[in-house]
């Protein structure tokens, strides 16, 4: 019975749960308000993104015509940069031109020098035989020399060939240098000028005397271990003149 009476207590008595009243709105008015937040919110945030820039002292325009600024610049600079590129290269090409010129002129300088080293000799050879009133009887040689050329396996000769005597006549031969190489492991003799080079090839035609000088080439890796220098008689090929040297 105690228990009884505490429940309808508790629900019909002072300490009874309060009820709560609610107005009820219809779907569409709570659609529209919602609607209506939404807008007001996507107001506000456009607003503060366009407005953003003043807010923090920043000036929209003013940074678009820097970068535009920036960007006309970098074209300039670019436009100076390829600029200045083509006059070094420019320049370059002319220094490595004037680089060629010295030394072309160096190497014709010292080419002249070496002629006229060359001169002198020949020059001093004349006089003791103008001096002594009379050259060696027959076919005579003077200041024969073989040098390495500018270029690699490139060799030089030079020399004065005379005649003395009666002198009756000119003297009408061939020259010929048998050069003594090591290559491969063999000793072979090369001919220069190379017989196959034709009849005219090293003819000399002469009186008193004459400069003869020419280039060869040797093979690749081939040493020059001698030579020797070969006057023939034209016609008949007889061997007018021989010197031979041999080299360490």
Known sequence: MRGLARRLRSNFGIRSSRMTIRSQMAWYWRWLANVLMMAAVAGI???LVENS????????????????????????????????RSSLAERERQL???KASQSELARSVAQLQEEGSTLKEE????RNIMSSGAAPEGLGVANL???????????????LLTQGGQRKQDFRGKVQLLARIAHQGSISTLTFPDP????????????????????????????????????????????KLSRTVNLP
């Not at 002292?57 to 678009?64: W, Y």
């Not at 020059?123 to 004349?126: A, C, E, I, N």
């Open 96 to 98: 490595a031109i004037e």
């Open 53 to 84: 820039y003043r807010i923090t002292g920043f000036n929209r325009q003013e940074a678009l015509q820097q970068m535009a600024n920036l960007g006309d610049e970098n074209a300039r600079l670019k436009k100076e940069t390829e600029a200045l």
């Open 45 to 47: 945030v456009w607003w």
């Open 123 to 126: 020059l001093g050879f004349l």
């Open 196 to 239: 196959s080079a034709g009849e005219s090839a090293g003819v000399v035609d002469f009186r008193f005397y004459q400069k003869v000088d020419g280039r060869f080439r040797l093979p690749e890796g081939a040493v020059l271990k001698g030579y020797e220098l070969r006057v023939l008689a034209i016609p008949g090929g007889q061997v």
């Open 145 to 159: 020399k073989v040098e390495a050329d500018s270029q690699p396996n490139e060799y030089r000769y030079r020399l």
